[in-house]
């Protein structure tokens, strides 16, 4: 059984990357960082051959001229894919990726469209639990962003396609400095400009009104859109919560994404689950 799986892995694996036609390339954005602490890049892959991409998937991803001789082949790291545009001819996913060390900070030297090699799609896409809520309320901080922008997506189709019960989404993401909102801004006006029966609302949330951006000017929404609200305040976990349980009836999910490791924001959800069995 084992040796069976890695053969359909590793056909997998060349039916991805290998045949006619343009190999697959990875081009890395990179954003203003105004702290020292994990500078965030986009990276946008051009697939060789287009495929369904699904809430939840994650790659494993290899850039053989990271390194000398070919060697980063060899090396690669997994990512859960942020965003994709799908046609029938070609697929582009992206990744938001926050340098640490090791692949990572080798990343920051990628220039240009660089030969990649994609591992997947891997992980669970089965979201027929988040289509049984009426309400989602979906919360993160810095980077956790990307790990909620294609549900939203997948509820707001749903929801169009009337295969979800869901009639109430809302995202409150927590930035520490103005420059992080640019690491999402398409895909969350993407997201408000699909939403046509006007179910989802986005909250941004700066906790400090005097940060400013590293380009030393206020940096805001490009395109302001009436569903999107820029706010200057900190995170009340249990007003929120508090708030879109008692704005409808019906049940209701809170998911958050934390990159902080105090244990403050998991105490706060785990509290009101035990208040509210329905969340």
């Not at 081009?27 to 699904?54: N, T, Y």
């Not at 305040?233 to 919560?241: A, P, Q, S």
């Not at 403050?264 to 785990?270: N, P, S």
Request: hydrophobic fraction near 40%; glycine fraction near 6%.
């Amino acid at each position: 059984m084992l040796l069976l799986q890695k053969v359909f892995w590793f056909l997998s694996l060349l039916y991805r990357n290998v045949g006619s036609g343009p190999p697959c390339r990875a081009s890395v954005v990179r954003f203003p960082q105004s702290q020292a602490d994990g500078e965030v890049l986009q990276v946008r892959l051009e697939l060789k051959r287009p495929w369904i991409v699904k809430a939840g998937h994650f790659i494993y991803l290899s850039l053989p001229r990271l390194r000398s001789f070919g060697l980063g082949l060899f090396e690669s790291h997994p990512f859960m894919i942020a965003w994709s545009q799908e046609n029938k001819e070609s697929t582009t996913i992206v990744l938001l990726v926050q340098c640490r060390r090791g692949f990572t900070r080798k990343l920051r030297l990628a220039d240009g469209a660089n030969y990649a090699v994609v591992d997947g799609p891997y992980g669970s896409h089965r979201l027929r639990s988040l289509s049984c809520y009426d309400k989602v309320l979906f919360m993160a901080d810095g980077i956790g962003i990307a790990a909620h922008l294609l549900p939203i997506r997948h509820l707001l189709l749903a929801h169009d396609e009337q295969t979800a019960r869901v009639r109430r989404l809302s995202l409150v993401w927590l930035l520490e400095t103005k420059d992080q909102q640019c690491w999402a801004e398409e895909f969350l006006l993407a997201l408000h400009d699909m939403d046509h029966r006007q179910i989802l609302t986005i909250f941004l949330l700066f906790p400090n009104e005097s940060e400013g951006s590293s380009q030393g000017r206020d940096f805001s929404i490009k395109q302001q859109r009436k569903r999107m609200y820029p706010l200057t305040c900190e995170l009340d976990m249990d007003w929120w919560i508090e708030q879109e349980w008692c704005a409808e009836a019906g049940n209701m999910l809170v998911t958050g994404m934390w990159t902080a490791l105090d244990g403050t924001h998991e105490y706060h959800l785990r509290r009101h689950s035990l208040r509210k069995p329905a969340i």
